[in-house]
């Protein structure tokens, strides 16, 4: 089986080279040239286009920013719907909202008979360079049945949840647990710092008893070896200096910017069903409060 990866982004340039390191035949494509460098050097395949790297897989795994991002790499100029020899399946990791998945992948079945399933993951930068992601599922049972063999390459928690769009809405509940931890975490490390506790060594403390989670282990790990701030830790660090414990670091990156992308996707799920999530609600006001400050 061919595998076809566009989209190398931080995670995703991840994911697909851990595929290239457990020795699947993979095909690469990014819009910046430069990004898929690493890639050519390694000896992998670069396409030219979507549409060149959708006419030489089997399977086209996604993993890009948002929504509008899926319809230009799909329906853009050279675009993947273009091909004239379409992959069975296409697998979209990227995070967007369920309506969307089920919109696009009824486009990409009607222009070119590709199967949609959606795969988002979560389990961080560490998680995709060592094949420890929680992937979520979602698509018709043939469908997931060709591309299993690809998802189980990047985690051992690999769920199949129902039709199409499933996985996305799994994706936006472990965005909610996510998202309120980081937050928690900041708000007790913040607290602590009022006391004249600094936040690593509470964070010794607190370690191994309840409040011990993926989050923080995360952010210790990130603080202990001085590694960039992305994702939770980054978050964790923000919210913290907007409450006054420690100075706040520059929140403008893309990390942000996704944050309140999700967060407006679980907003809208809400709604749809009629379900307040009072703490989400404050998140959601917090972060837009963050990026103007």
């Known amino acids: 089986m061919r595998v076809g990866f566009a989209g190398l982004g931080n995670i995703g340039a991840l994911m697909a080279w851990r595929r290239h390191e457990l020795g699947q035949d993979l095909v690469v494509w990014n819009r910046s040239v430069a990004k898929a460098q690493a890639f050519r050097d390694a000896g992998v395949p670069v396409a030219a286009s979507p549409a060149d790297l959708a006419r030489r897989v089997d399977v086209l795994c996604l993993c890009v920013t948002d929504a509008a991002a899926l319809d230009a790499v799909l329906f853009g100029a050279d675009g993947i719907a273009e091909a004239d020899a379409p992959p069975a399946v296409i697998v979209d990791h990227s995070t967007v909202s369920p309506e969307a998945t089920r919109r696009i992948a009824a486009r990409v079945r009607e222009a070119c008979g590709t199967a949609w399933v959606d795969a988002p993951v979560s389990g961080g930068l560490a998680g995709a360079a ?96 001085g590694a960039p701030l992305i994702g939770p830790a980054l978050h964790t660090e923000a919210i913290m200096g907007y409450l006054g414990g420690t100075e706040m670091p520059a929140y403008d990156s893309p990390s942000p910017t996704n944050l309140a992308k999700d967060l407006g996707i679980i907003a809208a799920l809400a709604e749809d069903v009629d379900l307040r999530l009072p703490l989400v609600e404050r998140m959601r006001a917090l972060v837009t409060e963050m990026r103007a400050r």
């Open 130 to 225: 060592s094949g420890r992601l929680a992937v979520f599922v979602g698509g018709e049972d043939e469908a997931v049945a060709q591309a299993w063999p690809v998802l189980t390459t990047l985690g051992t928690t690999v769920t199949h949840l129902g039709p199409t769009g499933s996985g996305q809405v799994v994706k936006a509940c472990n965005q909610v647990i996510g998202f309120l931890s980081f937050a928690a975490l900041a708000e007790g490390l913040a607290l602590g710092s009022r006391f004249g506790i600094a936040p690593r060594l509470l964070a010794t403390a607190v370690a191994g008893g309840f409040a011990d989670t993926p989050v923080l282990r995360e952010w210790t790990r990130v603080i202990d070896s």
